[in-house]
């Protein structure tokens, strides 16, 4: 199963629907022509990366853009496209852990903190629910202001079904007021963890821990076996290891301005 799972990580990619999404056998290249800084490389597997780079450079430059952010994966090639970005001028600065946690028996399932009473989360309730949800991920990630068009689209796929496992959770403060979300995608047997972020003032006090479990539990009530989330090596990474995630794999986001 761990081969499966890592081969599900490694396709595990999701674009905007703002950006130009650029496919060839070697590469997924996403351009924002929104922001000429958010120019990514998702999946490279080549025998020739010099020549890849080159090319890679060349689209980004003719669509506008400035920077290119690289992800160096499990499924990457060749297998030291590390030392390669490097040698090309890329610079480290973003890792994170591919972790994943078995949820067993859908009857009796194996969620992280049983002790924990899932107090101050659920799911969203209105669509002003669903923008105060992605505006607060924006802020937590330092992310750029959502556009009108990308709080409508959140809002209407909430309209759409929802009632469905998948989409935006939220976490309140003790005047109801949202102050975390995260997302959740079931896929077959894996449940996708994404986006979890705390407003900083109530950090520390569970409500993380709660949305994960609560997620978890959503998941295997709708069939999964496994939960999926890619977390940073400096917030989430941690508390998620300690609860008793397994590591499968790290992946590093390399970032060049080209000149």
Known sequence: MNKTLLEIADSWVWFPPTVKVIREPEFTLAVNPMDKNDNVVHISQTTDPAALITHVEGLVKKEG???????????????????????????????VEVLTWPLGDAATPHLPWPELPLTNVGRPESEGNITAAVRLLAAVFNNPTPSLDELSLAVQSWREKPMTANGYYIARDTTGTIVGAAGLTVDGLVGKFWGAGIHPKWRGQGLYRQLVKLRARVASENGAGHCLVKARVGT????????????????????????
């Open 65 to 95: 853009g400035q920077t290119i952010k690289w992800w160096v994966l499990a499924a990457s090639r060749p297998r030291n496209m590390h030392g390669i970005l490097s040698d090309h001028g890329y610079i480290a600065t973003e890792i």
């Open 236 to 259: 989430s990474g941690p508390i998620l290891r300690q609860a008793g995630f397994h590591l499968l794999a790290t992946e590093v986001c390399y970032h060049r301005t080209l000149s």
